[in-house]
C-alpha cells in the first residue's frame, strides 16, 4: 500500500457513477418525452439504441454505497479517466493494480473489456472473491525499483529497446519490455491504459519502470484510428516522472490533477520508426 491509504469519500464517487447512470436515465426522460408527443401513451422502453444498466455498474453502486473504504485516488483525479471512458467506452481498458477502485473501473466501461494486472497472487483472489465478476490476471514483474536509474541510462545501448525495433512479446533482450505478459494482454490494442501499479515506493518493488516502457510501445504500434490514453499515478514520484518524460513524452501530455498525468499518445508514424528516442 503506497502513503495516503484510503479516505472516506463514498458519497463523491457513488456521485461520480451516478452521473454515468443519470445520463442514461435523463436520455430515457428526454426520449419519453419525444415519444409522448407523437403517441399519446407511448413510454421509454431500453433497447439496443438506449442500453441498460449492466449487472458490474449495479454491483458498483451497492457495493460503494455500502463500504467505507474507497479508491486512492481524488475525485479530480477520478474525473479525467472517468471522462474519456464516457466518451470511448465500450472500449478496451488495461488497469495496472486490483484494488479498491476496480470494481469502479470495470464499470465506467459497460459492455467493453476491462482487464486487470496484478502484481501480488492472493490479492487478487482477495479481491475477486468480493467482486468475480472482475477480470484480473497475476503478473511477475521483472525489475526491482533499485534498477530505475541505470536501466535508464542503459537501455539505449540496448537495440532491441529502440523504438524502431521496441516490441513485447518474448522480447528478452530489453530488460524494459514485459516481455512475459498473460497472452490476451498482446492480442489487443488498448484504448486506455491505467498504471497504477506495480508497487513503486521501495528499493525491492518492482517500479513501474517495465509498465511505462511498454504502454509506450503499444501505444505506438496502434493500428485503430485515434490515440491511445495513458493515465499514469503517482506521476510526482522521481522514477515515474523521468520514465514518463523519457517514453510518454511532456508533448503528449494533455492533462493532469493531483498526482494524475494523462497522455494521449498517437500511433508511430512510418518515419518515427528510426528515432533514436521516444519522444
Ligand atoms: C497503488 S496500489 C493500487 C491501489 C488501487 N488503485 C486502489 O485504489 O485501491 C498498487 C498495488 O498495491 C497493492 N495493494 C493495493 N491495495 C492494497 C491493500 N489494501 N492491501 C494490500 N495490498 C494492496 C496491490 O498489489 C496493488 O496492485
Known amino acids: 500500500m503506497k502513503a495516503g491509504k484510503h479516505r472516506l469519500l463514498p458519497l463523491n464517487l457513488i456521485g461520480l457513477l451516478a452521473s454515468g447512470l443519470g445520463g442514461l436515465i435523463v436520455g430515457a426522460l428526454l426520449?419519453?418525452?419525444?415519444?409522448?408527443?407523437?403517441?399519446?401513451?407511448a413510454f421509454f422502453k431500453p433497447d439496443a439504441a438506449h442500453p441498460q444498466t449492466t449487472p458490474m455498474q449495479l454491483k458498483a453502486i451497492l457495493h460503494y454505497a455500502t463500504s467505507k473504504v474507497v479508491p486512492q485516488q481524488s475525485l479530480a483525479e477520478i474525473r479525467?479517466?472517468?471522462?474519456?471512458?464516457?466518451?470511448?467506452?465500450?472500449?478496451?481498458?488495461?488497469?495496472?493494480?486490483?484494488?479498491?477502485?476496480?470494481?469502479m473501473w470495470a464499470s465506467f466501461n459497460p459492455r467493453g473489456t476491462t482487464l486487470f494486472l496484478e502484481e501480488d497472487p492472493s490479492w487478487v483472489i482477495g479481491i475477486l472473491k468480493n467482486a468475480p465478476s472482475l477480470y484480473?490476471?497475476?503478473?511477475?514483474?521483472?525489475?526491482?525499483l533499485s534498477q530505475a536509474s541505470s536501466l535508464l541510462s542503459t537501455y539505449k545501448s540496448e537495440p532491441a529497446c529502440l523504438p524502431g525495433n521496441a516490441s513485447l512479446r518474448g522480447n528478452n533482450r530489453c530488460k524494459l519490455a514485459l516481455s512475459d505478459l498473460p497472452r490476451e494482454v498482446?492480442?489487443?490494442?488498448?484504448?486506455?491504459?491505467?498504471?497504477?501499479a506495480p508497487r513503486g515506493y521501495f528499493e525491492d518493488a518492482p517500479g513501474r519502470m517495465g509498465v511505462i516502457y511498454s504502454a509506450a510501445v503499444m501505444a505506438r504500434a496502434r493500428k485503430k484510428s485515434g490515440v491511445?490514453?495513458?493515465f499514469l499515478h503517482d506521476a510526482n514520484r522521481r522514477v515515474e516522472k523521468a520514465y514518463a518524460e523519457e517514453f510518454l513524452c511532456k508533448k503528449y501530455l494533455v492533462q493532469g490533477a493531483g498526482r494524475l498525468w494523462h497522455f494521449e499518445i498517437?500511433?508511430?508514424?512510418?518515419?518515427?520508426?528510426?528515432?533514436?528516442?521516444?519522444?
Open 228 to 230: 491511445t490514453h495513458v
Open 136 to 144: 484480473a490476471r497475476p503478473v511477475k514483474y521483472p525489475t526491482r
Open 186 to 196: 498482446y492480442d489487443k490494442e488498448w484504448d486506455v491504459i491505467m498504471i497504477d
Open 31 to 41: 426520449v419519453s418525452s419525444f415519444s409522448a408527443a407523437s403517441t399519446s401513451f
Open 266 to 279: 498517437p500511433p508511430a508514424l512510418s518515419n518515427d520508426l528510426h528515432a533514436a528516442t521516444f519522444c
Open 80 to 103: 479525467l479517466s472517468f471522462d474519456v471512458l464516457v466518451s470511448i467506452a465500450p472500449c478496451n481498458f488495461l488497469v495496472y493494480g486490483l484494488g479498491h477502485d476496480s470494481l
